[in-house]
Structure formats: structure tokens, C-alpha cells
């Protein structure tokens, strides 16, 4: 089935791991006419997190419920998180089954178990740094974002960037 929008996200944490890594997140997402692409930056963050944000803030973008989606991520850890790991996860009570101590990033995995419950989402995996335009231009943004700089062309609306484009 044709989706009705296709997201393309990406997350990117300077110093991962660090005590004060600035990260940034992005999502281009695009339909038959249009372009909206979106990022952020959080401070202190993770790579991961990044990531998972890009991801909730792009399906966050779309209005009502019941679109086709297919989302374009180079993680494998949100891409097995959304697919499989979070339905074990919620059957456990958010508790990892091998520890059971509670799933990290827990607050960002129910914001979207939430999210992709609302419409038929796939989510695709994609090589990141492989020449597709998209993702190579969600990882530029969300670079740019952990950077703390404004994307070329955006507006800058709180902590968030954004901007429309026509497709041609």
C-alpha cells in the first residue's frame, strides 16, 4: 500500500556518553506535495535518545490518525524497539526481561508505543552516511541542531526549527 507520508529521521549526539552531550534530532517528513522537515536539540542527552525523538516528533507532526507511514531510520536500536522489543516490553511492565530493570529511555519508548498506535506505520531500515538524500539530509539537521545552529531556511518557533517546502 502507497503511504501517505514517508518520514525520514535521524539523531546525533555530540561527546555521546558524556556528562553534558548536546544532541539534536531530526525528521523530513514528505507526502505527494509537500516537505516539512522538523528538528531540535535536547541538552544533556544520548545518541539513542536522539534518535527515538526524532522518531515521536515526526508522527507528533502529523495530524489525526489512521495515515500509512512509512518511517526511514538508520537505528537498529529504534527500528527493534518499535517493531518488536516495545510489546515485550509493555507485557512486562516496561521491565527488560533479562534484568527486569525498567527499560531505559522509558518515557520516550511509551510517548511512542502512544504515537504508533495511531496510525499503520513500517518502519525501514536505512544505511546512514549512504548517499539517500533524505537521510542524509535529516543527519545534516540534526547535526546542525546538536550544534545549537539554525538549519539554512528554517524558523526557529521556541525550541524547535521547521519549514514547508513544495516537492517538485
Known amino acids: ?50 534518535e ?3 522518531i515521536i516528533e515526526g508522527l507528533k507532526a502529523i495530524q489525526g490518525s489512521g495515515k500509512v507511514i512509512n518511517i526511514y531510520t538508520d537505528s537498529a536500536y529504534a527500528r527493534n524497539g518499535c517493531i518488536t522489543w516495545r510489546h515485550n516490553w509493555k507485557k512486562n511492565g516496561w521491565k527488560k526481561k533479562s534484568d527486569k530493570k525498567p527499560v ?19 518502519l ?8 539517500h538524500p533524505q537521510n542524509e539530509l535529516a543527519d545534516s539537521m540534526a547535526v546542525a541542531a546538536a550544534r545549537g545552529q539554525v538549519f539554512k531556511g528554517y524558523r526557529q518557533v521556541g525550541d524547535y526549527q521547521f519549514d514547508w517546502r513544495e516537492v517538485a
Open 104 to 122: 531505559e529511555n522509558l518515557d520516550l519508548w511509551k510517548q511512542l508505543d502512544e504515537l504508533l498506535d495511531q496510525h499503520e506505520v513500517t
Open 52 to 54: 527515538l525523538r526524532a
Open 124 to 131: 525501514l531500515k536505512v544505511k546512514g552516511h549512504s548517499g
Open 1 to 50: 500500500m502507497k503511504p501517505d507520508i514517508i518520514i525520514y529521521t535521524d539523531g546525533s549526539c555530540l561527546n555521546n556518553g558524556s556528562e553534558f552531550a548536546p544532541g539534536g534530532w531530526a525528521a523530513v517528513l514528505e507526502n505527494d506535495r509537500k516537505q516539512l522537515r522538523i528538528s531540535g536539540r535536547e541538552c544533556p542527552t544520548t545518541n539513542q535518545r536522539m
